[in-house]
């Protein structure tokens, strides 16, 4: 089983690792970037796998001067299944939405059912809140989804503003099943890698507990998103005020990520994030970075079974990113870690880094509570009820691994383990036919924030 292996690596290899950060060019000191092994020292005898860990954090101001503008577009299913409560929350979610933007930022109105219906085209708002705001109230519900059309035709509404020095995102609330023209989840993932070209993102609001999550979850990802399930309307009016509060943070964005790992040292695996590996190379895409949220990408990294004695590189790495706090600049940081090989054991064992393990830890259990859901959709619900248990068992071995002794992980870190592994336990308890549907957006949901450290 792909934990256990992993589990084992971790508990045989050890601690944090030397680097060496580059200093960056004068242009590019907006982006903090760490790069950490799971061991600083390796065995010099021994095939193992090794965990390598990129860390990316603004260091933007939190009250900066001026913030990046914001072009954007809401995108509400106005079907049927919308009907009462559902309709009126999410008025009030548009309303939350268009109160957190100033008058230099631009918005798009759209709505869908069957038909999309383009309620106020993407433009400054200036001042027309009032105008904005009577044409949120006179939304009516009714019809079928035309998902796919409405989310299409708000990334249409982003390219007339677009720019590289704005946040460009499309927000998509939906309470049901894509059933109009492309509906399946592949469909609508092709759609938002289209928009992350552009530079576009989208974020999907699920309501209730009808809409299709792959679906939604998979647009988010795409496009690097965040992904919602909300299951009360009572409580699309704070979302919509957390995902706007998301999207006036963003600092940077466009950010390129490339791993050239040396002789001896061959990627594996890139832990929960989509990319590329090609022999020795690795890439990655993040489409934006915000002000006081750091995101992580973890690859595996097999290395090398022979090794004479001493330090070596691992990997030459660059992050290139376009810089919003200065109107779009690209801007690059580059790091070069290395690792000490060692035939004393007691010296490898030492070397573990326990903060970047707890994250490794994350990562390896949500993919397992992905291969759970998988379980349970062909009904094997022994299967993913011991999956689970196993999953949760694997998560407390290891935050009691790395909360104790010297360099313990921050107290922060093994809090998300603490939850993750309740979380686990929750969720095997919670498989029969009448509590899933609950269940399999509430682990959707979970395992996309994990996986693109989502900020809210």
Same mark, same amino acid.
């Given at each position: 089983?792909?934990?256990?292996?992993?589990?084992?690596?971790?508990?045989?290899?050890?601690?944090?690792?030397?680097?060496?950060?580059?200093?960056?060019?004068?242009?590019?000191?907006?982006?903090?970037?760490?790069?950490?092994?799971?061991?600083?020292?390796?065995?010099?005898?021994?095939?193992?796998?090794?965990?390598?860990?990129?860390?990316?954090?603004?260091?933007?101001?939190?009250?900066?001067?001026?913030?990046?503008?914001?072009?954007?577009?809401?995108?509400?299913?106005?079907?049927?299944?919308?009907?009462?409560?559902?309709?009126?929350?999410?008025?009030?979610?548009?309303?939350?939405?268009?109160?957190?933007?100033?008058?230099?930022?631009?918005?798009?109105?759209?709505?869908?059912?069957?038909?999309?219906?383009?309620?106020?085209?993407?433009?400054?708002?200036?001042?027309?809140?009032?105008?904005?705001?009577?044409?949120?109230?006179?939304?009516?519900?009714?019809?079928?989804?035309?998902?796919?059309?409405?989310?299409? +035709?708000?990334?249409? $509404?982003?390219? !007339?503003?677009? %720019? =590289?020095? &704005?946040?460009?995102? #499309?927000?998509?609330? *939906? @309470?049901?099943?894509?059933?109009?023209?492309?509906?399946?989840?592949?469909?609508?993932?092709?759609?938002?890698?289209?928009?992350?070209?552009?530079?576009?993102?989208?974020?999907?609001?699920?309501?209730?507990?009808?809409?299709? +999550?792959?679906?939604? $979850?998979?647009? !988010?990802?795409? %496009? =690097?998103? &965040?992904?919602?399930? #909300?299951?009360?309307? *009572? @409580?699309?009016?704070?979302?919509?005020?957390?995902?706007?509060?998301?999207?006036?943070?963003?600092?940077?964005?466009?950010?390129?990520?490339?791993?050239?790992?040396?002789?001896?040292?061959?990627?594996?695996?890139?832990?929960?994030?989509?990319?590329?590996?090609?022999?020795?190379?690795?890439?990655?895409?993040?489409?934006?970075?915000?002000?006081?949220?750091?995101?992580?990408?973890?690859?595996?990294?097999?290395?090398?079974?022979?090794?004479?004695?001493?330090?070596?590189?691992?990997?030459?790495?660059?992050?290139?990113?376009?810089?919003?706090?200065?109107?779009?600049?690209?801007?690059?940081?580059?790091?070069?870690?290395?690792?000490?090989?060692?035939?004393?054991?007691?010296?490898?064992?030492?070397?573990?880094?326990?903060?970047?393990?707890?994250?490794?830890?994350?990562?390896?259990?949500?993919?397992?509570?992905?291969?759970?859901?998988?379980?349970?959709?062909?009904?094997?619900?022994?299967?993913?009820?011991?999956?689970?248990?196993?999953?949760?068992?694997?998560?407390?071995?290891?935050?009691?691994?790395?909360?104790?002794?010297?360099?313990?992980?921050?107290?922060?870190?093994?809090?998300?383990?603490?939850?993750?592994?309740?979380?686990?336990?929750?969720?095997?308890?919670?498989?029969?036919?009448?509590?899933?549907?609950?269940?399999?957006?509430?682990?959707?949901?979970?395992?996309?924030?994990?996986?693109?450290?989502?900020?809210?």
């Amino acid at each position: 089983m792909p934990m256990i292996r992993h589990a084992a690596a971790a508990l045989s290899l050890a601690a944090l690792m030397a680097f060496a950060t580059l200093p960056p060019p004068a242009t590019a000191a907006e982006i903090k970037l760490d790069a950490e092994l799971g061991q600083s020292v390796l065995p010099t005898k021994n095939a193992v796998h090794v965990y390598l860990r990129l860390s990316l954090k603004s260091l933007a101001a939190v009250n900066r001067d001026r913030r990046t503008q914001v072009n954007v577009a809401i995108v509400i299913d106005r079907s049927g299944s919308m009907n009462g409560p559902r309709i009126a929350a999410a008025k009030e979610g548009a309303r939350v939405a268009l109160d957190r933007l100033s008058s230099d930022d631009t918005l798009a109105l759209v709505s869908y059912n069957h038909d999309v219906d383009v309620l106020s085209p993407a433009a400054p708002l200036g001042s027309s809140r009032a105008k904005l705001k009577r044409a949120i109230n006179g939304l009516r519900s009714g019809g079928t989804t035309a998902l796919y059309d409405g989310v299409k +035709e708000g990334g249409r $509404q982003i390219e !007339a503003f677009l %720019s =590289d020095n &704005n946040v460009n995102r #499309v927000v998509l609330l *939906s @309470d049901g099943l894509a059933n109009v023209g492309p509906s399946s989840p592949r469909d609508l993932a092709r759609l938002g890698r289209k928009l992350a070209s552009k530079g576009i993102s989208v974020s999907t609001i699920g309501l209730g507990l009808d809409y299709n +999550e792959d679906l939604m $979850q998979r647009l !988010a990802a795409a %496009s =690097d998103g &965040n992904h919602v399930f #909300v299951e009360r309307p *009572s @409580d699309l009016a704070e979302v919509f005020d957390r995902e706007f509060g998301d999207a006036l943070s963003v600092s940077a964005r466009d950010i390129t990520i490339i791993i050239e790992c040396k002789l001896g040292f061959k990627p594996t695996h890139i832990l929960g994030r989509d990319g590329e590996i090609d022999g020795n190379r690795i890439k990655v895409k993040l489409n934006q970075l915000q002000t006081e949220n750091e995101r992580y990408v973890v690859v595996e990294l097999a290395a090398p079974e022979n090794h004479s004695e001493g330090d070596a590189d691992v990997a030459d790495i660059k992050v290139e990113y376009l810089d919003l706090d200065r109107d779009g600049a690209p801007a690059r940081i580059e790091s070069r870690p290395r690792v000490r090989f060692s035939a004393n054991k007691e010296e490898v064992d030492d070397s573990l880094n326990k903060t970047v393990m707890s994250q490794v830890t994350e990562q390896v259990a949500t993919e397992q509570s992905e291969k759970a859901v998988k379980l349970r959709d062909k009904g094997d619900i022994a299967g993913a009820r011991k999956l689970l248990n196993d999953n949760a068992a694997y998560i407390k071995q290891s935050y009691e691994r790395y909360s104790s002794g010297a360099s313990a992980a921050p107290a922060a870190t093994i809090g998300v383990l603490n939850e993750l592994e309740k979380k686990n336990r929750q969720a095997a308890q919670s498989l029969d036919a009448d509590s899933w549907a609950r269940t399999r957006k509430s682990m959707r949901h979970d395992q996309h924030k994990a996986k693109v450290q989502q900020s809210y």
